[in-house]
């Protein structure tokens, strides 16, 4: 008697969220470092002073700022994949972008959302400090309207995200064909 194996493949649901890396806000971080430089260089050729400790408690605000505003920025920008090949609305890529700079304007959150059938291209753009520290901005365009819809900047490995995408697009690219 023959014996037949069957291979059932169960699709089960996707969902992956990427964010900017820390990293990628090397310029901010490189500012704060060069102030509290500045404000040591202030104490040092002007000590006892009375004014130096303002340019010192001056120097740490704007430097709180400054890593406040890194926080809030990457915390509130997400590039997420959502396949569920058991609901259609939740196969999809999303970009998801807060400023915190304009927290009472209407461009306070902006959300795009392409479903993964749409997509057309998926590019990544370098700066050479970027490929350094292996981040890159991965952007999206989709057959709606030809342009780059979606601009996710600073993704840590972004070629792995690309290849992932890329992966669950063509899972609906050739069911579309079919």
Same mark, same amino acid.
Request: some cysteine; glycine content about 4%.
């Given at each position: 008697?023959?014996? !037949?194996?069957?291979?059932?493949? =169960?699709?089960?649901?996707?969902?992956?969220?990427? %964010? &900017?890396?820390?990293?990628? #806000?090397? *310029?901010?971080?490189?500012?704060?470092?060069?102030?509290?430089?500045?404000?040591?260089?202030?104490?040092?050729?002007?000590?006892?002073?009375?004014?130096?400790?303002?340019?010192?408690?001056?120097?740490?605000?704007?430097?709180?700022?400054?890593?406040?505003?890194?926080?809030?920025?990457?915390?509130?920008?997400?590039?997420?994949?959502?396949?569920?090949?058991? !609901?259609?609305?939740?196969?999809? =890529?999303?970009?998801?972008?807060?400023?915190?700079? %304009? &927290?009472?304007?209407?461009? #306070?959150? *902006?959300?795009?959302?392409?479903?993964?059938?749409?997509?057309?291209?998926?590019?990544?753009?370098?700066?050479?400090?970027?490929?350094?520290?292996?981040?890159?901005?991965?952007?999206?365009?989709?057959?709606?309207?030809?342009?780059?819809?979606?601009?996710?900047?600073?993704?840590?490995?972004?070629?792995?995200?690309?290849?992932?995408?890329?992966?669950?697009?063509?899972?609906?690219?050739?069911?579309?064909?079919?």
């Amino acid at each position: 008697m023959l014996r !037949k194996e069957v291979n059932i493949i =169960i699709m089960e649901a996707f969902y992956k969220t990427y %964010k &900017p890396a820390w990293r990628s #806000f090397y *310029k901010l971080l490189f500012l704060a470092l060069i102030i509290l430089v500045l404000a040591g260089l202030v104490n040092y050729f002007k000590p006892g002073e009375a004014w130096v400790k303002w340019v010192w408690i001056a120097a740490i605000i704007v430097d709180a700022c400054i890593i406040l505003y890194i926080t809030a920025k990457r915390l509130t920008m997400s590039l997420i994949l959502r396949d569920n090949p058991e !609901k259609i609305e939740d196969q999809e =890529i999303a970009f998801i972008e807060c400023n915190p700079l %304009k &927290p009472f304007s209407s461009d #306070f959150r *902006k959300s795009i959302e392409i479903g993964l059938s749409n997509i057309v291209h998926i590019e990544i753009k370098q700066s050479m400090m970027q490929m350094l520290m292996r981040v890159g901005n991965v952007i999206v365009t989709s057959s709606g309207t030809g342009t780059e819809e979606i601009k996710a900047p600073n993704i840590p490995n972004p070629q792995a995200v690309c290849d992932e995408i890329q992966l669950h697009a063509r899972r609906y690219a050739k069911s579309a064909e079919a």
